[in-house]
DNA sequence: CGGGCGATTGACGGTCATCAAGCTGTGTGG
DNA sequence: CCACACAGCTTGATGACCGTCAATCGCCCG
């Protein structure tokens, strides 16, 4: 039976039996130390479009993401938005540089996390340098990615950027799930905008231009790599 | 007696009276740790526009900046370039995600740097978490920076990347030395344009249309801001 | 059936890239 | 001492790419 949970409310679920661990940050603690850990997490469910926290925010929790995809992101003081990930199971979030989140997180669609109150997580990775070095090792990636997207949206054109978007999204949804013939999108036209730094027109027009020529294949909820070859060399490096 | 060295070749000078100490990594160790890191560190000097190490290439070594300025980098295929950042004095660079460089870096001026064997500095930080959680802090304040970069790829208009990125240059300055009535620029308006996924042209363009409009004063080897407040403002968020 | 939201398509214009000169300062050699 | 070369920078003319504004479509759901 499946407990539906909305957020504010807790859930009792072992760590035991976590689809993601090995995806995780835990994956680099001992048997004693995940029930430990388990103590201080708290599992929480987010609906649609939900906010889990935001931009210049005191940061008093850090998440593991369980399910669901969210959409990381920066607004300026104009309301233009700028999309700084999806985070996808697995995920570590929530790491702060001066105390205040540096960026606003949402559930796309529905959303399980599982939430540590910051201070007590850190107090239980203090002494844990295989902890530390996982979590440096999950930055050091993140931060490995913000230079390859700092490329696409300096240097690529709206056609280079959809396509490097789909190959990249369809790998990494790959890596963490069975492979499939469809790549599903769950995020909206204007989120792939603002992830790219186009608008939502140009990135339909793109869409559009690449079904003509036969790159892709727009589907519901998705598309359809139709010419993957074709699709990775306009992604090259 | 200043001592001339050029790349390759080892100076001894103690961590003592290391200028960067405090802004570096190292700040987080005691006075005896200090020394045995003494051991493992080489210094080394750089001349202008040599590399230092470069994208793809195994990353056998990681290095504290001491002296000088200067650009890290990403290559495309095609040779089109993307600066992700610039470093200054206090920095540390050369983490890698997969073994390998993720970006290539260069002096842009002289350039002193103290190196170190990955491996023995894996050892020697593996049980150190004060050591683990600095270069923790140290990345994600570059991941933060990265978001803030990636904001201004996607969403700046050219004046207003320009602007930005004269006033957050200032800043930094301003946080290692002295302040000045000048803003000194180091780098070349290639790479400022590379920097802000601009062309040479539109940077030069935009460099002149900021000087008539009041906003700056181009000098020799840098600019002054000459009406700050309006730089900041169109630099806002 | 009608309302509403997300996506698509079209017409148009602006911003910034491209191509091409010309400029400025610095170093070099006759 | 001046001509010259060269690299970095600036300026100008032109146009492409993509943003803006607006209409329409398709789909879901009440």
Redesign the interface.
Known sequence: MKKVVVAGQTDTQSCADCMVRPFAICASLEQDELCQLEQLGQRLQYRPNEPVFSQEEIASFCYNLLEGVMRLY?L??DG???I?GFALPGDFLG???NGRH??SADAIGSVAVCRFVKKSFAGFV????NL??R???F??????E??????L???RSAEEKVATFLVKWRDRLAQIGPATEMTPLPMSRLDIA?Y??LTIETVSRTFTKLERDGVIEIVQGGIRLADAARAEAMA??
Request: no cysteine; hydrophobic share 40%; aromatic share 0%.
């Open positions: 920066k300026m003081p233009r938005r700028q700084v790491i702060s540089v540096g960026i203090e002494d844990r340098p530390l070095r979590i440096n090792e930055i050091a990636r993140d931060l490995t913000a230079h390859e997207q700092m490329v949206l300096g240097r603002d790219l730094g090259a490096a």
